[in-house]
């Protein structure tokens, strides 16, 4: 990310924070869930702004990304080997921030144990070693678990402290690459309307590009000593392979160090694991998401600001729920410069009437799981003069998708078995 993105992305944030204040004061009356779970939302948006921005508005479909919302949504949240992981626990430890069910962490473990991946690969660099513990994939995001160990790392680096991490990534095998990146994008040139010959020319123009780079901003979950341990998502949909179950990806760190006293994200301070480091593995398959369509669900959400809904589509993954849905009334988005009209419905009351909830799940062992705190993403944009918009919600802990019969959106109880299983995962 240059010095000119970096800036503009922190301006984008403080001109929304300015244009809906009002939206936020209302939020500073809520309690505020600082746990790691928080976190995790927070770690997908920093990992990339781009791709988290692509993967909360909806985008297949969509004539338009709305950037007002994708840009308020970011607001709010900047403030705001496998049979022995099992029997151990070890996958709950590794990825403490996707939570454990207290009343059955067994369940819990099973599901990470199931989607997950043991790698524990270490290399060492002169007097910094990487070790990669494990990966857990959704089929939406890919989570990672490795540490840092070296004794020049800066008495001042603790828990989330910003680090400079330019140089490294996240890296598809460029065959699997190539697969996914030619069909995600002809999937969006088919239902944005495009001609073949504007598909193929979109296709090469983007393979052109190459890889997005990832894992811009890291930050430790813990530190111990002279070790940091990190939780790091970046998005790896299965829904755009057309062939591969198991990717390959390699997680390449070089040059990780503090940033420099000025605040500066884009060159290091004191640079403590100067590598590069390169670890190689291959995902297991993971429980994939499960969606449910053609669901015609009216539903009022919201209590500050009520927001008429219709939801149409359900993804239920291993860790996270989301809700497609048009807005059954017009919004008003006001130009530069001018004010907002009380009276009228805002993209802020949008969000806000997400935020606000309630969102749940039932399980078949009759169990509920309160899911209205959890970190949340959404973004949309106008499609044909409707707004439609996806929320996301994080879950407590990791379920099982197969497990859920029935969701709370809005106070409205929503049963699965009454929708159609769809055969393709949302997009």
């Known amino acids: 990310m240059t010095q000119f993105e970096d800036r503009l992305r922190r301006g984008m944030m403080d001109a929304n924070v300015a244009q809906y204040r009002r939206v936020i004061q209302k939020m500073e009356t809520q309690e505020l869930d600082a746990s790691p779970k928080y976190y995790r939302e927070r770690t997908r948006l920093l990992a990339d702004p781009q791709i988290w921005a692509s993967r909360r508005t909806g985008i297949r479909g969509r004539k338009r990304l709305n950037w007002r919302l994708i840009a308020i949504v970011a607001a709010l949240l900047l403030l705001s080997a496998c049979g022995y992981a099992l029997v151990t626990g070890q996958f709950s430890q590794w990825f403490s921030s996707l939570g454990v069910n207290p009343a059955a962490p067994e369940q819990s473990e099973e599901v990470l144990t199931r989607t997950g991946t043991a790698i524990q690969q270490s290399q060492t660099v002169g007097d910094a070693t990487v070790t990669l513990n494990a990966a857990v994939w959704d089929g939406e995001d890919v989570w990672l678990s490795f540490t840092v160990e070296s004794p020049d790392i800066p008495e001042e680096i603790e828990q989330y402290s910003h680090l400079y991490a330019e140089d490294c990534r996240l890296i598809l095998r460029e065959d699997q690459w190539v697969e996914s990146t030619t069909y995600s994008t002809r999937q969006t040139c088919a239902l944005d309307g495009m001609t073949p010959e504007e598909t193929e020319k979109t296709v090469q123009e983007r393979l052109a590009e190459g890889p997005l780079d990832s894992l811009h901003f890291l930050m430790p979950e813990q530190r111990e000593g002279n070790t940091l341990f990190f939780q790091v998502a970046d998005p790896l949909p299965a829904s755009s392979f057309t062939e591969t179950t198991r990717p390959e990806l390699t997680l390449h760190i070089e040059n ?126 106008d499609s044909d003069g409707t707004f439609v918009i996806d929320f996301r919600r994080d879950y407590t802990y990791p379920i099982d998708p197969a497990t859920v019969t029935a969701l709370n959106i809005g106070g409205t109880r929503i049963e699965l078995s009454g929708l159609e299983e769809m055969p393709e995962l949302m997009n």
């Not at 539903?299 to 927001?307: D, F, H, N, P, Q």
């Not at 009334?329 to 997400?354: F, M, S, T």
Request: charged residues 25%; contains cysteine; negative net charge.
């Open 256 to 381: 990780l160090a503090a940033c420099p006293d000025d605040g500066d994200l884009n060159r290091p301070g004191v640079i403590f694991a100067a590598g590069p480091f390169d670890l190689t593995f291959t995902l297991e398959e993971p429980i994939l998401p499960i969606h449910y369509g053609d669901a015609d669900e009216e539903i009022t959400l919201g209590e500050s600001r009520k927001v008429p809904m219709r939801f149409t589509d359900f993804q239920v993954s291993a860790l996270s729920l989301t809700a497609r849905g048009e807005v059954l009334a017009p919004i008003d988005q006001p130009k530069a410069g001018e004010k907002e009209d009380p009276d009228k419905l805002h993209l802020g009351d949008v969000n806000l009437a997400n935020i606000e909830g309630p969102w749940g799940l039932w399980l078949e062992d009759g169990s509920y799981v309160d899911i209205t705190q959890m970190s949340s993403g959404g973004g949309g944009g």
